[in-house]
């Protein structure tokens, strides 16, 4: 299972305020089979397959240009590990017990 950090901004909007893309974009996330994902303050973290990952960041990018924007700018972050099953809990469990000195 991967996970991905996805960053996607619509330009020109006419307004500063984005969140109703953002709504959107949530809204499109449901439609989107066998990942889990979870909204940031930055963006938004995806696990799941690879393939569905990248299925999800396609629904992703499409939304704003749906909603009326004419630009999109995305930026993409994939963890994808193989040599055994992780997470993002997973991975700021690990971060933590180091922290109490494990």
């Known amino acids: 299972m991967a996970i991905a950090e996805i960053t996607v901004i619509p330009i020109g909007t006419g307004s500063t305020s984005l969140s109703s893309y953002v709504a959107d974009m ?11 994902y979870e909204l940031t303050s930055m963006g938004t973290i995806i696990e799941g ?3 569905r ?11 704003p240009f749906n909603g ?6 995305t930026s993409l972050k994939i963890d ?5 099953a992780g ?4 991975k700021l469990e690990s971060v933590e017990r180091k922290l109490q000195g494990e």
């Open 49 to 51: 397959p690879i393939s």
């Open 53 to 63: 990952i990248f299925a999800a960041v396609e629904v992703l990018h499409e939304s």
């Open 80 to 84: 994808d590990r193989r040599d055994k």
């Open 87 to 90: 997470s993002s809990r997973q």
């Open 26 to 36: 949530q809204r499109a996330l449901e439609s989107v089979e066998g990942i889990t």
């Open 68 to 73: 009326g924007a004419q630009r999109v700018s």
